[in-house]
């Protein structure tokens, strides 16, 4: 029997460490804690793929989640590491999918047939999150520095039936790129994500709007006649 999909969209993640190079932030301790997993070590695959599964991250995202008591692998894509995909995602309790590249994110994952893999994983209980890239990625699209200028993808996964915008008060062209979308069409309605805010969806429904940063707003964009409507909406503070 299917399981309901959670998805955890945010734009935050990585604390710095007082005793080492990061640690787990509240958005990600809160993902783990959406697992439900009691009397054993909670098991999380980090997925890097946006960024070209850089190894310079891979020892301390380990570190962080070893303090944690936190089993930790990586599905590496550039130097594939895991000969079986699905039986190394099934076996996780939490996906964390890093940001870099959307558009390089899915390409790659598609030709590895990782798609496919993680909607059954979602299926079976697995929390999939992440952020930036690994947040636009579980929906229909959002803006993207990909490319350079801030453009518009629009064939993401489509777990979840929105859009999506991160880095929504940091880098001023993705908010009206947003909104260009939604108002043309080319996107469905969503959210936009300032630093450190998320989304939570439970069967592709938005279920509690959280942010690890007292500033962190989720904003809904809607389209609006020509145009679009934003709504700041209310966020649990997460410490």
Known sequence: MSKSRTILATCGGWSPAQWGDVEFSP????ALDLTGVTGRRPRVAFVNT???????????????????????????????N??????????????????GSVANLLAVWRVHGLPEVLAEAADQGTVLAGTSAGAICWHVGGPTTTFGP????????GFVDRSVGVHYDSQPDRRPALQRAIADGTLP???????????????????????????????????DGDGVAETRCETRLLT
């Open 27 to 30: 958005l990600q301790r809160y």
């Open 50 to 80: 946006a960024a070209g599964d850089q190894r310079v991250d891979e020892g301390r995202e380990l570190a962080a989640a070893q303090q944690l008591g936190v089993d930790a692998v990586h599905i590496r894509l550039f130097g594939r």
């Open 82 to 99: 895991q000969p079986d995909l699905r039986e190394a995602v099934l076996a996780s309790d939490l996906v964390w999918v890093a940001g």
């Open 150 to 157: 801030v453009a518009v993808i629009d064939d993401a996964l």
């Open 189 to 223: 309605n969503g959210f936009g994500l300032d630093e450190g805010a998320a989304v939570l969806y439970v069967d592709g429904e938005p279920v509690e709007m959280l942010t690890e940063s007292r500033d962190g707003a989720v904003w809904g964009v809607e389209r």
